[in-house]
């Protein structure tokens, strides 16, 4: 299992441009995440998909999108690129949302986003 | 408002030197409590789930316990493979059915041979 993946690692990007993070999972699980990670701040949550074709904003969604249109994937779009999303973007997946179990998330290895 | 506040944000050891780490939290109906070690360019690693008050993990030199208010997470002898940032979030409802995990700052730990 290569677990969750994403692509790409680094990218500079100029203010007003757009670009797609992509992520990918396969653990087969239904429950997706971005999350942005600012210094000195704990992770935030941009967006989330509770399965394909179900998605939802989280804290801070303002700028980005998302899609859900299969199990596996889940890519998060910014539009019109502003400094403030300098940051470093996590996806993650869990199995479930329960108590019973099995909703611990597993995040990829990051996205690194300079916007200038 | 649901916060999460750990302490220290640094900590330095010497190897072999125990210690232990602060994760406290108010927010209104826990749904579990998560640590995770984040070394620097990485995502977060999971380390351990607690559900309940009184609950503890174990795993290799590292041991979470939770009460109502706090959960710690003991080092034991410490090595400098240790050394990373250790994160501790806790899971609250956020509308419907879905949950939201809400992260602390973090603790670096940096242990010196």
Known sequence: ?116 | EDQVTQSPEALRLQEGESSSLNCSYTVSGLRGLFWYRQDPGKGPEFLFTLYSAGEEKEKERLKATLTKKESFLHITAPKPEDSATYLCAVQARYGGATNKLIFGTGTLLAVQP
């Open chain 1, 1 to 116: 299992n290569a677990g969750v993946t994403q692509t790409p690692k680094f990218r500079i990007l100029k203010i007003g441009q757009s670009m797609t993070l992509q992520c990918t999972q396969d653990m087969n699980h239904n429950y997706m995440y971005w999350y942005r990670q600012d210094p000195g701040m704990g992770l935030k949550l941009i967006y989330y998909s509770v399965g394909a074709g179900i998605t939802d904003k989280g804290e801070v969604p303002n700028g980005y999108n998302v899609s859900r249109s299969t199990t596996e994937d889940f890519p998060l779009r910014l539009e019109l690129a502003a400094p403030s999303q300098t940051s470093v973007y996590f996806c993650a997946s869990s199995y479930s949302m329960s108590l019973a179990g099995g909703d611990e998330q597993y995040f990829g290895p990051g996205t690194r986003l300079t916007v200038t």
